[in-house]
C-alpha cells in the first residue's frame, strides 16, 4: 500500500474526554472515528490490526477443538424471559420493538440463543463434550462509555461456550480455555495475568479475569510477581497437563479488588513479592454449570439412562478492547510499537526525497515491488513531507520495521531498522530473510 493512497483521515484536534494514550493515538493516527457516544466505525488501518488480532484468536481457539459459527446481534426477547433475565439484565441491554411489536434486543451476550440452539438438537451424552463459539458484535448500554474502544457500547467479542455431561469434564473444557487464552495473548505480545474471579452463587474457583497490566487500567491488580514467571511452553493440551497448569496458577495469589483481603495478601504474598498495579481486563472466562441450561430446559440422557442438565461455561476474549490494550501496554518514550503479529504493515519504505530529486523514491519503488513479491505487506511513504514529519508520522503509527532509502544507502544495500531501533545496513535479501 502508498502512503498517499492510504485512507487515513489523522485527527489534530483531539476531543476533550480522550484521556488516555490508546484513544488518542487511534484518533490520531486515523484507526477509528466516533459515530455516536460508545460506537466507533473502523477506518482502514484500525479494522486491519483488529482482523489479525481477531485471527489469532480463531486460530487458537480451533486448535483446542472449538467450533465457529455465527449467531445474529438481534435476538428474541423470549428466550432471556425464559431464562429470566430479560428483567435481571437491566438498563445494559438495548431494548426493541420491530413493527409488529415484537420485543426484540441487540445481544450484549450470547448465553441464553447457544443453549436454545443446542437444546433442539443435542440428546445424548454421546455428542458431548462441544464447545462453540462466534465472533460477533455485541451492544451494551455502558452508563459511562469512555477510554474510545476500551469501554464502549458496540464492541467485538469472541465468546464461546462449553457443554458437557459432568462436572469433571467441564473443568476439561474449562482449562482447555484456559491454556488457549494463555497462548492467545502470548501471541500478540501481551503478558496476560489470570486473576481469580468472584464466582457468584455457584462458588468454585472456576472464573478467571486475564488481566494485562496497564497504568490506565480499570481494574486494579493485586499479585504475587511470581506469576509472571510462570512458563507455558512446558505443558500441553492433555488433561494431566491442564490440570499440573491450572495448579500451578491457582497456588499463587493473584485476584483483582472484588476479590482482595489485605489478610490473606500479607499472609501469602512475601512483601518484596508484592504487586499492586492496574490493568485492563481482555478476557473472562467462566464456569456456571446448569445456570442457564435448567431454567431452558437443557436435558441430555446420560450413559445409566436418566436425564442431566446441561454442564455449561462462558468463555469472552474483547476482540475491538485488545487492539487499545495492545496500545496502552506497548507504548514507550512517545513511540508506538505493534507486536509483529498485529502490526497493520510488515515494513514501512520511507525514502528521502523531493521534487527535484526522485532518485531515492525509485529505488524505494523497486523495493516495494520486491517485497510485494514475497508476500510482504509493505507500506511505501511516497508523501511529499520532510524526514522529520515522516519519521514522527511513523513514530505514532508504529510499524515495527523500517527500511530507510536516504544518505546511508548505497545502490543495493539499504538502511534497516527493527522493532527495537537498532539500525543497521544491509541488502534487500538480507531485509526480506529478517522480515519473512
Ligand atoms: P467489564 O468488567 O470490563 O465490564 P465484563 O465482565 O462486563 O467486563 P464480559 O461480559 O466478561 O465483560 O465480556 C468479555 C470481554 O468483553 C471482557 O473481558 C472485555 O474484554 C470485553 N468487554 C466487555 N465490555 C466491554 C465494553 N463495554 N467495551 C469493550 N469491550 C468490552
Ligand atoms: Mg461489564
Same mark, same amino acid.
Given at each position: 500500500m502508498r502512503l498517499s493512497k492510504l485512507f487515513l483521515p489523522i485527527t489534530k484536534d483531539l476531543p476533550s474526554d480522550a484521556t488516555i494514550k490508546s484513544h488518542q493515538l487511534m484518533l490520531r493516527t486515523g484507526m477509528i472515528k466516533q459515530s455516536a457516544a460508545g460506537i466507533y466505525s473502523w477506518l482502514p488501518l484500525g479494522f486491519k490490526v483488529m482482523k489479525k488480532i481477531e485471527q489469532i484468536v480463531r486460530e487458537e481457539q480451533n486448535k483446542i477443538g472449538a467450533q465457529e459459527l455465527l449467531m445474529p446481534t438481534i435476538q428474541s426477547a423470549e428466550i432471556w424471559k425464559e431464562s429470566g433475565r430479560y428483567d435481571d439484565y437491566g438498563e445494559e441491554m438495548l431494548r426493541i420493538k420491530d413493527r409488529q411489536g415484537r420485543e426484540i434486543l441487540y445481544g450484549p451476550t450470547n448465553e441464553e440463543l447457544i443453549t436454545d440452539i443446542f437444546r433442539s438438537s443435542i440428546k445424548s451424552y454421546k455428542s458431548l463434550p462441544q464447545i462453540l463459539y462466534h465472533i460477533q458484535w455485541k451492544f451494551r448500554d455502558e452508563i459511562r462509555p469512555r477510554f474510545g474502544v476500551m469501554r464502549c457500547r458496540e464492541f467485538y467479542m469472541k465468546d464461546a461456550y462449553s457443554f458437557d455431561v459432568d462436572d469433571e469434564s467441564a473443568k476439561l473444557s474449562y482449562n482447555k480455555m484456559f491454556y488457549a487464552y494463555l497462548k492467545t495473548f502470548?501471541?500478540?505480545?501481551?503478558?496476560?495475568?489470570?486473576m481469580a474471579a468472584d464466582t457468584g452463587p455457584i462458588g468454585g474457583d472456576l472464573s478467571h479475569e486475564f488481566v494485562i497490566l496497564a497504568e490506565t487500567g480499570e481494574s486494579k491488580i493485586f499479585a504475587d510477581k511470581s506469576i509472571l514467571k510462570i512458563k507455558l511452553d512446558k505443558y500441553n493440551e492433555d488433561k494431566s497437563s491442564l490440570e499440573k497448569m491450572r495448579n500451578e496458577f491457582s497456588e499463587i495469589y493473584a485476584v483483582t479488588d472484588e476479590k482482595f483481603s489485605k489478610k490473606e495478601f500479607d499472609k501469602k504474598v512475601k512483601k518484596d513479592n508484592q504487586m499492586i498495579t492496574k490493568g485492563i481486563e481482555? !478476557?473472562?472466562?467462566?464456569?456456571?454449570?446448569?445456570k442457564y441450561s435448567k431454567p431452558l430446559n437443557c436435558f441430555v440422557d446420560t450413559k445409566d439412562g436418566k436425564k442431566t442438565s446441561i454442564k455449561m461455561g462462558s468463555y469472552g476474549i474483547g476482540v475491538s478492547r485488545l487492539v487499545a490494550a495492545i496500545i496502552e501496554a506497548k507504548f514507550l518514550n512517545n513511540k508506538m510499537k505493534w507486536p509483529k503479529s498485529v502490526s497493520p504493515f510488515d515494513v514501512v519504505i520511507i525514502p528521502n526525497f523531493n521534487k527535484n530529486n526522485t532518485e531515492n523514491l525509485k529505488k524505494a519503488e523497486k523495493v516495494y515491488e520486491e517485497l510485494k513479491k514475497q508476500n510482504i505487506d509493505a507500506l511505501l511513504d511516497d508523501t511529499d513531507e520532510s524526514m522529520s514529519s515522516?519519521?514522527?508520522?511513523?513514530?505514532?503509527? !508504529?510499524?515495527?520495521?523500517q527500511i530507510i532509502i536516504g544518505s546511508k544507502s548505497t545502490s543495493d544495500k539499504f538502511e534497516y531498522k527493527n522493532d527495537k531501533d537498532v539500525s543497521s545496513i544491509i541488502s534487500l535479501e538480507e531485509i526480506k530473510s529478517k522480515l519473512i
Open positions: 502470548k501471541r500478540l505480545g501481551l503478558e496476560a495475568i489470570p481482555v !478476557g473472562h472466562i467462566f464456569y456456571f454449570s446448569d515522516k519519521f514522527t508520522k511513523h513514530e505514532l503509527i !508504529g510499524i515495527p520495521n
